[in-house]
């Protein structure tokens, strides 16, 4: 219940908050930084820093996918395997897993979408260096002023790719 | 071979069984029958190690399963039980081939490639599903689904073969091959089965023994000749549809053995019970014969043997190929009848007619509820 609550808090979290909130965790000294500081790790304005802004943010819509395929399986499904073979893993691996892969998939790829766009959280955490932390959302925010053009291009490039998850989302639901 | 002591268990505040106890020999076919919710299910997934008891015992081969020995809790993981199941929605993995769900538990005792190929085949061959080893489960019927679940459950050899309501998803059209070839497939195997079912049909043509369940205990454990004509309970009665009445054996004074339903007397033989005691009565309707008119043949048989009640026709109820006539003869009394003799006898409601039944085939059991006001029983069955 708890856990399940904790999953989707980056979800309803402002991308604002979620990276003031990352920023305290890693920067030398919050919460993690310190230990990472000792093996020389920096972690805010880094290439890292902006995958993990990203995975905080989106990883829920995965999460939440898997869980739902999971438990939408019969449970005698996975009761007729539990009578046959002693080993967990085979059961998840065997039955569990391949019969929530779409379900996975379309989460996978939502996750992909909302990480794509993320804004807020990276612009906090990672910060806006071009060739570092620059996403493309940050670098359409920083054309806009000098170079609107491309921003329309960048944002054109967005358009198409949200579009053609979307379409890949809507073909693995039909599917199933 | 399969042994239940106390067996107990709750969801929540709802206490489904309470004690189960009951015993299946080997090679032995039990039907475990019962209406809908009253815990079959639950008593067979306990077996299955499915979900643990709350209480009591269970013995798979003299070897504890479930429950405690000293202060140690035993359960036996459902894999090591050795036991083949077939759910009642067949639970088939949809996203294997029929032959992959066949092999499926063949896949985990290392055997080699070959030898599961040449089993899954054989299985295959068994359940008649020659041809649909290549099908997915979407692509076949319920009965064929059903066929597969059951060689799936069976192909690893098990001591045990549990099967919850095998039939009841399959439909009418397809439901009598299927159970014969349930039937044919349980004979063969002459593996300790438990079949869970709510139709009594079904459990008087398959089992050896019938277990029927009520209240969260077993009613009536017995052979299927036990149970029709010696109900124990008004509930296994009632289950069976039977005719059911309080009845109190005629005091002392009088000189024939007779038991009073309802203020009538009828005559049955009651050596076992002693003068004004209530008894709970059940005559099955199959036993009790509908004349138009009586000759004097039918009235001078009207003795020890045999009694004959004059009464009128109240309800009558058609079933596929038998009809139920309620008969008014100070008590109501259901006759079964053949449709073809319903016909030939022109009867309706409100007619004159005489209800005859034998002695022997009235059974008596003590009646712990006491005497209450007679009520029409239902039938379930």
């Known amino acids: 219940m708890l856990l399940d609550t904790l999953i989707d808090v980056p979800i309803v979290l402002p991308p604002a908050v979620a990276g003031v909130a ?13 230990v990472l500081n000792y093996f020389g790790i920096i972690v805010p304005g880094s290439t890292i820093a902006v995958i993990i802004a990203q995975v905080f943010v989106a990883s829920p819509f995965v999460l939440r996918a898997a869980k739902n395929a999971f438990q939408s399986i019969d449970p005698d499904i996975i009761n007729s395997a539990r009578i046959l073979t002693p080993s967990k893993l085979r059961i998840f691996f065997t039955i569990t897993l391949p019969m929530s892969k779409r379900q996975i998939l379309s989460g996978l790829a939502m996750t992909w979408a909302r990480a794509m766009g993320e804004f807020g959280a990276t612009l906090m955490f990672a910060g806006n260096l071009p060739t570092i932390t620059q996403t493309m959302p940050l670098a359409i925010y920083s054309l806009m002023a000098a170079d609107p053009f491309g921003a329309i291009v960048l944002s054109a490039v967005l358009i198409i790719i949200s579009f053609a998850i979307l379409i890949l989302i809507k073909i693995l639901e039909k599917k199933k | 071979m399969i042994r239940l002591e106390s067996v107990s268990k709750a969801f929540g505040e709802k206490e489904v069984l309470q004690k189960l106890s ?157 159970r014969q070839a349930f039937n044919g497939v349980l004979q063969h195997l002459k593996t300790t ?77 009651i050596s076992d019970y002693s003068p004004g005691q209530a008894l709970l009565v059940t005559i099955r309707p199959e036993d009790v014969a509908l004349l138009p008119e009586l000759d004097a043949n039918d009235l001078k048989r009207n003795d020890h043997t045999v009694n004959v009640l004059e009464g009128v026709i109240v309800d009558i109820l058609l079933m596929k190929s038998m009809v139920h006539i309620t008969i008014d003869v100070g008590f109501p009394i259901k006759s079964a009848i053949t449709l073809r003799s319903f016909i030939d006898l022109n009867l309706t409601e409100g007619k004159r007619v005489y209800v005859q039944f034998k002695v022997n085939v009235i059974s008596k059991c003590e009646n712990h509820e006491g005497i209450e006001r007679y009520n029409q029983t239902s039938s379930l069955g």
Request: proline share 5%.
């Open chain 1, 22 to 34: 990352l920023l305290f965790a890693f920067a030398p000294r919050g919460l993690l930084g310190p």
């Open chain 2, 193 to 269: 089965t438990i079949y869970v079912t709510h139709n009594l049909t079904e459990a008087l043509m398959i089992a050896d023994r019938i277990a029927i369940l009520g209240n969260g205990r077993i009613e009536q454990i017995g052979t299927r000749d036990e149970v029709l004509s010696k109900p124990k309970s008004r509930f296994v009665a009632e289950f069976l549809g039977t005719n059911i009445y309080d009845g109190e054996v005629a005091p002392e004074e009088s000189t024939r053995d007779q038991i009073e339903i309802a203020g009538v007397s009828i005559s049955a033989p």
């Open chain 2, 22 to 178: 009951f015993e299946v020999k080997e090679h032995e076919i039990l039907a475990l029958l019962g209406p809908n919710g009253c815990g079959k299910s639950t008593a067979l997934n306990m077996i299955a190690g499915l979900i643990p008891p709350d209480g009591g015992q269970i013995f798979i081969d003299d070897r504890l399963v479930d429950g405690r020995q000293g202060k140690k809790k035993i359960h036996i993981s459902p894999s090591a039980r050795k036991l083949g199941y077939v759910f009642q929605n067949q639970a088939l993995f949809p996203h294997m081939l029929v032959r992959d769900n066949i092999a499926y538990g063949l896949k985990s005792g290392g055997r080699s490639e070959q030898e599961i190929d040449t089993q899954t085949k054989k299985l295959l061959e068994f359940v008649g599903l020659t041809e649909f080893g290549n099908h997915y489960p979407r692509q076949i019927s319920g009965g064929q689904k059903q066929r597969a679940s059951l060689a799936r459950s069976i192909a690893t050899n098990p001591k045990i073969l549990l099967l919850d309501e095998p039939l009841s998803a399959v439909d009418t059209r397809s439901k009598e091959s299927l």
